[in-house]
């Protein structure tokens, strides 16, 4: 597609379930990133693919926390046993690498009741 | 962490005024990169200015780099209502291109 796109937009979800959000970014952009933002908050960088290298985790928060990248494309991000502090919207991007912007989807608002 | 500090965190303006935004980082960068957010969802890319070059424009969009001092201004020229929203400055530094941004500054402009 033209974009990247996340799903789901929303998702409320009871404290203790698991949760997963995708993103599919856009198409021949090597580097893929998740970010983490909380009301009224910047922007908390989660975890980072590039190509074929293994991921950057030193962004995710506790080990409930894991994404992966599946053919150099679509990604998932995983929230193990939610808590009520997850609640925030998370933002994927892609780009072509350093030198380049990002493209941002429109996020997956996760609500953790 | 956040890399950058932008000042001011909120700016409201009338339209047809100009806004400027500054933003201060750390560490050395390879580039610097603003970004705008409507309503707390998706961010969109507004220009990169890379760390040899002093000045960029792109439409109503003026950015400058000092990276003696490690900071950045961005200026909106004769500001409309639709460019009320939320400001972000972000910074690639290293060897990868993961963004680190700040706090951002919200603009309102009033009609």
């Known amino acids: 597609g033209a974009g990247v796109s996340q799903s789901p937009s929303n998702k409320v979800t009871e404290k203790g379930k698991d949760v997963e959000l995708r993103c599919d970014p856009i198409s021949g952009h090597t580097a893929l990133y998740w970010y983490r933002q909380s009301l009224g908050q910047g922007l908390e960088f989660l975890i980072y693919f590039q190509g074929n290298s293994a991921p950057d985790k030193s962004g995710l928060p506790s080990d409930r926390f894991s994404a992966e990248r599946t053919g150099g494309s679509v990604s998932t991000l995983t929230i193990q046993r939610t808590q009520q502090e997850d609640s925030a919207v998370y933002l994927c991007a892609s780009s072509s690498g350093q030198g380049f912007g990002y493209t941002f989807g429109s996020g997956t608002r996760l609500t953790v009741v | 962490s956040q890399q950058g500090e932008e000042d001011p965190q909120a700016l409201s303006i009338q339209e047809g005024e100009n806004a400027t935004m500054n933003c201060s980082y750390k560490?050395?960068?390879?580039?610097l990169q603003w970004y705008r957010q409507n309503s707390g969802r998706g961010l969109v890319h507004l220009i990169l200015i890379r760390s040899n070059e002093r000045e960029k424009h792109s439409g109503r969009l003026r950015v400058t780099l000092d990276t003696s001092k490690k900071s950045s201004s961005l200026l909106i020229t004769a500001s409309r209502a639709a460019d009320t929203a939320s400001y972000f400055c972000a910074t690639v530094s290293g060897w990868d291109s993961r963004l680190t941004f700040g706090e951002g500054t919200q603009l309102t402009v009033n009609p």
């Open positions: 560490t050395s960068i390879n580039n």
